[in-house]
């Protein structure tokens, strides 16, 4: 429960059709366990007291009795469990009964929750015996005097964020179900006690079902499912829990087993995400029922993955490369039919991400069925260009049947330096900045000659660092980079490799290989001498801290305990936390690069463009970030 996670588990018990007190036994074991693995709610299946399939025994006070009695023993036996249990069981009120969920607390009913939609169709006959959810009860239970009622919410006073809601299986699988209405109102966890039978391609939609609710709702979503022991007279149950945040599945059991899943979920980062949507709008109506788990520390079990722009290894990552190539070529096509042009010149310098605008400038040329010859690539070398990254550029041209013309830079910049009276022995910024500066006067002054639009090159982790030389490679005619941070810059390149002819995949490869530099200080030898990640800190770091601090609005110090989760046993605590103040000092200060960015477009969840997803003064204060994360 520290910096805003919270453990939470569904269950399924091994149950014994109406056998209230084998299943009240099995229900206890399984929330000590849970207790003992940290887990503040443990949320089991619909009618799990007496099994979801008693059929018209629903209607016998024997059955009824029962699951009251074994309610009680359920609550005596977890009277010292520091955990949220929420519990399916029938419940008599007003002269109805209610198929309901009761949320336990050390001993205490807080509420019940009856379920709203009551399916009556296909395998389903659950209007014979329960009525819809239809007003708000008191009664007594188990000794205890609670509410039943759809309307209630179950708020954490010690935990902020931590609010449940609950519904019961049918509802979620409605047009408009229950827990729309309880995120609405505040709830931000929502619990599903389900008993859904399985059928060929059933747990696919389930799964759907789940992590579509959930980003809806901006929500984790529990979804407890009925298993063993429910009678197979004309349906299986296979277990089937899912665990879901936001959209993204965190856990789910494997089917056809009993027992417990649990995740970590992130109940910061689900404010964060409301706080930010303004069409995610807060209603008041609930009746809210406070209880307080006490505070104690987690060691996290979450993986927190260290590249969070980058899919994991697999078919998504490059399913997931090949649309953001796409996305990025398509905004080049859409720059080139506005203009009506067919040529475009971009720097190529051998380097990462000059390649990889020159893969968006090929997709989109055979896209629009344009002559790459169009595509002008040129390479301007410097005083620290070397010949490995000069001739990969030169090989690059040629494998995609590009144009290619070579600019040296170099005289031009040493009658510069004699224009302002700089000693070019001085390599300071104005020696690295004037031949920045130059390369773009080149590109620009080439593009007007072609009737061409300059391709910018860059990409969001400089911009976010401000690793640009201002009004040199940080301008363009249209930045096809500007929203791809230098770890998936990397991992689009490896993607165009891998589905490339192997002459064009070694040189990317080699690409790939070189150390990322701009080479703007003279090499010892043939290497380059200057290496960017030394100077401003490791991208990965970087792109972690941007997609953290940024997209998620977290302060300094979630930022860096979330690092070292992340980073653990790759850099030390002290190693993260220098990088982190360099990130925070660099974005503050370099503001004013991005408030006049060129167009570009954005591919993913982050981006820094001042017309769209980040507006920020240029002259705003890093004090209390700085403070905050000088102080870890």
């Not at 887990?39 to 299946?45: D, Q, Y």
């Not at 070019?424 to 390369?439: F, I, K, L």
């Amino acid at each position: 429960m520290k910096d805003g996670f919270l453990r939470i588990a569904c269950a399924t018990p091994e149950i014994r059709v109406a056998d209230c007190e084998f299943n009240a036994k099995s229900i206890c074991e399984l929330a000590a366990r849970g207790a003992e693995a940290e887990a503040s709610l443990i949320v089991f299946p619909e009618l799990c007291l007496t099994g979801y399939t008693c059929g018209d025994l629903f209607l016998q006070q024997t059955l009824q009795k029962g699951a009251e009695d074994a309610l009680c023993r359920v609550l005596s036996e977890t009277a010292d469990l520091d955990c949220v249990l929420a519990i399916g069981l029938p419940v008599v009120a007003g002269g109805k009964l209610y198929n309901a969920a009761a949320v336990l607390f050390r001993g205490k009913i807080l509420g019940l929750v009856p379920k709203t939609f009551i399916p009556n169709y296909s395998e389903f006959y659950e209007l014979r015996h329960f009525t819809p959810a239809n007003g708000r009860f008191e009664l007594s239970l188990c000794g205890q005097k609670t509410l039943l009622s759809p309307e209630l919410l179950f708020s954490c006073s010690s935990i902020p964020g931590f609010a449940l809601g609950i519904e019961i299986c049918e509802d979620l699988w409605v047009a408009e179900p229950p827990s729309g209405r309880l995120a609405s109102a505040g709830a931000t966890v929502i619990a599903n006690l389900s008993a859904s039978g399985e059928a060929v391609g059933k747990p696919d939609y389930r799964r759907a079902l789940v992590t579509g609710q959930s980003a809806r709702l901006c929500a984790a979503y529990l979804y407890a499912n009925a298993g063993e022991g429910e009678s197979t007279t004309d349906l299986v149950f296979s277990g089937h829990d899912l665990i879901a945040e936001n959209g993204t599945l965190l856990r789910e059991s494997e089917r056809f087993t009993t027992g417990l899943i649990l995740a970590d979920i992130d109940l910061l980062k689900l404010s964060q995400e409301r706080l930010r949507m303004n069409t995610f709008r807060l209603l008041d109506g609930m009746e809210t029922i406070p209880f307080a788990l006490p505070l104690r520390p987690l060691e996290l079990k979450r993986r927190i993955s260290p590249l969070p722009f980058v899919p994991e290894a697999g078919p998504e990552r490059d399913e997931r490369c090949a649309d953001i190539l796409a996305i990025q070529s398509e905004g080049l096509c859409q720059r080139l039919r506005h203009v009506k042009g067919g040529r475009v010149v971009l720097g190529l310098s051998g380097g990462l991400d000059s390649t990889l605008a020159l893969i968006v400038a090929v997709r989109a040329f055979d896209r629009l069925g344009l002559d790459r010859k169009g595509i002008e690539a040129v390479t301007m070398p410097g005083f620290g260009t070397t010949g490995r990254t000069k001739n990969n550029a030169a090989a690059l041209a040629k494998a995609y049947g590009v144009s290619f013309r070579e600019i040296p830079i170099q005289n031009t910049v040493l009658s510069h330096f004699k224009d302002i009276g700089h000693d070019p022995g001085d390599t300071s910024v104005t020696y690295e900045n004037a031949q920045a500066r130059e390369r773009t006067q080149v590109l620009m002054d080439v593009a007007n000659k072609t009737g061409a639009i300059v391709i910018g090159t860059g990409d969001l982790s400089e911009l976010a660092l401000g690793w640009a030389t201002y009004n040199g490679d940080h301008m363009s005619m249209y930045g096809v980079n500007a929203s791809v941070p230098k770890t998936l810059v990397r991992h689009l390149v490896e993607y165009e490799a891998s589905v490339s002819p192997k002459p064009l995949s070694a040189v990317l490869r080699d690409v790939l290989a070189t150390p990322v530099s701009p080479e703007l200080l003279p090499p010892a030898g043939e290497q380059i001498s200057q290496r960017t990640e030394e100077l401003v800190g490791p991208y990965e770091l970087h792109d972690f801290f941007l997609y953290y601090a940024i997209r998620w609005g977290f302060p300094p110090k979630r930022v860096f305990r979330l690092a070292l989760l992340a980073f653990r046993g790759a850099y030390q605590p002290e190693t993260v936390k220098k990088w982190l103040v360099v990130f925070y000092r660099r974005f503050f200060s370099q503001q004013f690069k991005r408030s006049c960015l060129p167009d570009g477009p954005k591919v993913g969840s982050v981006s820094l463009s001042p017309r769209g997803d980040w507006r920020m003064p240029s002259d705003a204060c890093a004090k209390l970030w700085l403070d905050e994360a000088e102080s870890l």
